[in-house]
Nanobody
Framework: QVQLVESGGGLVQAGGSLRLSCAAS????????MGWFRQAHGKEREFVAA????????VYADSVKGRFTISRDGAKKTVYLQMNSLKPEDTAVYFC???????????????WGQGTQVTVFS
């Protein structure tokens, strides 16, 4: 059974940092693109960052560029999202997802985790 499990969310003051983790299991993800998305209350799900499982070609939303870093550990089958200089507008549920396409569109990702809440207070 394919599974993505996120962790690392929490409550943090503006300007602080969090690192989200996404543990993958159930299959080999070597041909996949791993993405992070977020959904704030009352808003649509939006792209945050993505990376090929090989670790190359990271891509970021403009809103997080320079503050967030996506990476992966192949041996641990885990993808990370390091979030620095957090802002209140980063508050959302963050989801990890997998796609066979190198894309930023959420509807092209077929495998999703359950999400982890990130709340940034000022």
């Amino acid at each position: 059974q394919v599974q993505l499990v996120e962790s690392g969310g929490g409550l943090v003051q503006a300007g602080g940092s969090l690192r989200l983790s996404c543990a993958a299991s159930g299959r080999t993800f070597s041909n996949y693109v791993m993405g992070w998305f977020r959904q704030a209350h009352g808003k649509e799900r939006e792209f945050v960052a993505a990376i090929r499982w090989s670790g190359d070609m990271p891509v970021y939303a403009d809103s997080v560029k320079g503050r967030f870093t996506i990476s992966r550990d192949g041996a641990k089958k885990t993808v990370y999202l390091q979030m620095n200089s957090l802002k209140p507008e980063d508050t959302a549920v963050y989801f990890c997802a997998a796609s066979t396409y190198y894309t930023t569109e959420p509807n092209t990702y077929g495998i999703w985790g359950q999400g982890t809440q990130v709340t940034v207070f000022s």
